[in-house]
């Protein structure tokens, strides 16, 4: 993303970028919908926004985990991971009940089960939308920091 970046900031467009780097729109389009660009394709943008080639092959390199994040995009990661969470339940959750209640109509233990599996959807929408904060990442520092004794 880092080509985007230093694209927009120096107010020019994804063919404006491409002239001037000699390659097409479509492969600044892949660089910076992630796609690993050639060498020769890093060394022609490197010159163009005028930095080093290391600068630029720096972005390539994956982070190993979310450590190296900041806080607050650790916790925009896990909202976007309980969201995704919650939305693939919530799908399953009605096909299943589509499927069951077809094939069992009434029957009792049907809906019991769909109750119960109901009142999960329920609780997980609800943290996954804040409302309550279960497990958040505030309660593990505060499982960890009794733990050790101290404050980290």
Known sequence: MIIRKLRLKNGWSQSQLAEMAGVTTRTIQRIEQGHKPSMETCKALASVFEVDLSHLLAEEKPMQDDSQLKADEQQALLYAKRMK?????????????????????????????????????????????????????????????RKLGRRL
């Open 85 to 145: 969470e919650f939305y693939e339940f919530l799908v399953t959750y009605m096909v299943l009940a589509a499927v069951f209640l077809v094939a069992f109509h009434g029957e009792p233990v049907v809906y019991i089960i769909f109750a119960g599996l109901g009142a999960g959807l329920v609780v997980q929408g609800l943290i996954a939308f804040e409302v309550i904060s279960f497990m958040s990442p505030g309660w593990e520092r505060r499982l960890a920091e």
